[in-house]
């Protein structure tokens, strides 16, 4: 079965509120997926699905430390996560707090372990931001990221099955 995690870190409920729109969006796919807070999570999780989406707060423009910690304990896995999907969200309390820096910092972690991005063309092009509490239109590009994830992880499971022999 294929499977995503969600793995974030939420102070005030905001990044947690778009954690959950991106399980939406994984779940509108059909693909099964995991939400977890980076306090309950293990990395050895990070082996037993086909996609991550990690999202942060952004604290002086990069990701909270506890995200931080998880990832560089990650390092125990270092190229066995290579070929699973990855995406990022990130959410701060001002425009100009470094809601991008913070999801590409999320995302090179995830590319130095291997993992395939997907951008977008429309919308947040590395990954949803949101100030403050998230509206509608940062909970929908959570949707689509979550969709977007799990559409490219059933493309690629399709694409080694269809190559096994």
Not at 30 to 52: P, T, Y
């Amino acid at each position: 079965m294929t499977r995503i995690l969600i793995i974030y870190f939420s102070e005030t409920g905001n990044t947690e509120k778009m954690a959950y729109s991106v399980a939406e969006g994984v779940r509108e796919e059909g693909v099964e997926h995991q939400i977890k807070k980076v306090q309950e999570a293990s990395v050895d999780d990070l082996l037993d699905v086909d996609g991550i989406v990690i999202g942060s707060p952004t604290y002086f423009g990069t990701m909270a430390a506890e995200i931080k910690s998880f990832l560089d304990k990650s390092v125990v896995h270092f190229k066995r996560l290579a070929g699973k999907v990855g995406g990022a969200f990130a959410s701060s309390a001002l425009l100009g707090g470094g809601n991008e820096t913070t999801v590409l910092a999320l995302l090179q972690a995830l590319l130095i372990h291997g993992m395939i991005i997907e951008g977008t063309t429309e919308g947040p092009h590395y990954g949803p931001v949101a100030l403050g509490s998230p509206d509608q239109g940062n909970l929908e590009e959570c949707k689509q990221l979550g969709r977007r994830v799990a559409r490219l992880v059933k493309k690629l499971r399709s694409a080694s099955a269809g190559q096994m022999v």
